[in-house]
């Protein structure tokens, strides 16, 4: 299968929802082929979420780049991901911030994650185990936090962890159907707009869901 054709198109799919140059050639440097199973390649590049393992998803690619522009990203940034899944949205953030903290709750998609992104050479990603607290508060704060996993509400510990002026991208809702909230963060009231209709795997953990 050609790849790189498949790739192309699909970029060129992205670009009429898309505006953000940037991130369109970010989706056209990454290999999504590598961050999925053997069986789902010749998917890799249909605009459609596919199965990693242990129930979780790697997300639709419309739905990635929307997410990702979203986050504003200029190159200097340090951003935190929650749900490093396949790494692939994390090396997306590798090619448009300075620095990408990313932590995941299952062990092994982490070291499959790590193996991949290390092969294709991303020196500027940090994978680290989820923890109690949500996020990685020891690199706090993050100028930009993109969490791809879906929250009943925007968890407090999150909303810590980012900047001042910082954006965060998160699913909001119930446990089957959800909101992409835009929260900017001010000294005095932050702003949250509504993205739109999502559906996510549920973010675990203290301030998330419990494990079903
Ligand atoms: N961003 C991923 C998609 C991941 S799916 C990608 O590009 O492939 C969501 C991931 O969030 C799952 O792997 C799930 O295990 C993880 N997750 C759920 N709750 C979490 C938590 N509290 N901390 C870190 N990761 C979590």
Request: net charge negative; proline share 7%; with cysteine.
């Amino acid at each position: 299968m050609d790849f790189e054709a498949a790739r192309a198109r699909l970029v060129e799919h992205l670009s009429s929802e898309i505006k953000d140059k940037r991130v369109l050639a970010a989706m056209a440097g990454v290999p999504r082929e590598h961050f999925v199973p053997p069986d789902e390649q010749h998917l890799a590049y249909e605009d459609i979420p596919l199965p990693i393992g242990q129930d979780q998803t790697i997300s639709q690619p419309l739905i990635i780049a929307l997410m990702t522009e979203a986050l504003e990203l200029t190159g200097s940034e340090k951003v935190l991901e929650v749900g490093t899944g396949s790494g692939y949205q994390a090396a997306i953030l590798a090619e448009l911030a300075r620095f990408v903290v990313t932590t995941e709750r299952f062990p092994p998609l982490a070291e499959t994650a790590r193996k991949v992104l290390e092969s294709l050479g991303y020196t500027n990603i940090a994978i680290h185990p989820a923890e109690e607290t949500l996020g990685y508060q020891r690199e706090a704060p993050y100028d930009a936090i993109m969490v791809t996993a879906a929250a009943p509400r925007v968890p407090a510990d999150l909303l810590a962890q980012l900047a001042i002026g910082g954006r965060m991208i998160i699913p909001v809702g119930p446990r089957h159907v959800q909101e992409l909230y835009k929260i900017t963060k001010k000294r005095q009231k932050n702003i949250v707009q509504n993205l739109g209709g999502c559906r996510f795997v549920p973010l675990v953990g203290r301030g998330a869901w419990d494990e079903e």
